[in-house]
């Protein structure tokens, strides 16, 4: 019987000790999906800044000697998936890294986090924005919330409402930056939460879920990172994105049974079994 070598992700992203988000979502996911997730931290914080204290510590000077080790030992990766970048330096550093690592079949997932409600991060700066921007435009998939993808089109967000034809218009606004697929999460309705699907050569596609609970942190990362598993294991991306929106309800929903704080996130453990069925 022929070696079946199992597929790997490459993480880029944070890492909380406590509070689920960034890499301490992407780790299990992944691996729920049967992909070896293999994390490369931008820094390591003791919680999460949704708290009101935390500790940090930077992770950029030594992101460099610790993707050279994976230089040395010739690493290969199926996907390579980006998160919350902190600065111009580890944009660039993330850039370089695609640029070693993808071969012809790697496939590049950027979550652009950049900001949220109409508002950009305050540690987002003008010059993040534009090379935010580029490394989006080497992307097979996007996964930007509203807010992102209103920054990266340079369109006014609006808190009034919106017409389907104006998403649709900032979607294709995305796809001309150079990615291949686009999705933009977390488009508000009254009732609803709406993702658009985005795709060359095919009719855009609006999916829905009912608004279960309040928002809370991670269900972004969770998104991201069900969409690039399943990018590597060849599931259609509109297939994907009903995934990921019934696994982040079915959380939500479990977590309001459970009272958990709010600022924890969501309780995803109690329903990984979900993604395996």
């Not at 970048?85 to 986090?113: A, C, H, M, N």
């Not at 795709?199 to 942190?217: D, G, H, I, L, Q």
Request: with cysteine; hydrophobic share 40%; charged share 25%.
């Amino acid at each position: 019987m022929p070696y079946a070598r199992q597929k790997k992700i490459a993480a880029i992203n944070d890492i909380s000790g406590y509070g689920r988000c960034a890499l301490t979502v992407s780790i299990p996911i992944i691996s729920a999906l049967k992909v070896q997730c293999c994390p490369v931290p931008t820094s390591i914080l003791s919680n999460h800044t949704g708290y009101e204290d935390f500790f940090f510590d930077d992770y950029t000077d030594k992101m460099t000697p610790y993707i050279h080790q994976w230089k040395k030992m010739n690493l290969s990766f199926d996907g390579i998936l980006t998160g919350f970048l902190g600065s111009r330096k580890q944009i660039e550093i993330v850039s370089d890294f695609i640029t070693y690592f993808k071969k012809e079949k790697t496939l590049i997932i950027v979550d652009p986090i950049m900001g949220d409600h109409g508002k950009v991060y305050s540690t987002y700066t003008k010059d993040m924005c534009f090379d935010m921007r580029k490394l989006v435009g080497r992307a097979d998939i996007i996964t930007p919330n509203l807010t992102e993808a209103c920054i990266l089109t340079d369109i006014a967000y609006k808190d009034a409402l919106w017409e389907p034809e104006e998403f649709i218009h900032i979607a294709q606004r995305l796809f001309a930056l150079g990615p291949k697929k686009v999705v933009i999460t977390g488009i508000p309705d009254k009732e609803n939460l709406i993702n658009l699907v985005y795709e060359e050569n095919a009719e855009p596609y609006f999916s829905s879920t009912k608004k279960v609970s309040v928002e809370r942190p991670g269900t972004g990362d969770i998104f991201a990172s069900i969409i690039a598993a399943d990018a590597v294991n060849g599931c259609k991306l509109r297939k994907s994105v009903n995934r990921a929106e019934k696994f982040i309800s079915e959380c939500l929903t479990r977590s309001e049974q459970l009272h958990i704080p709010k600022e924890d996130g969501v309780c995803f453990e109690e329903m990984l079994h979900l993604l395996t069925n």
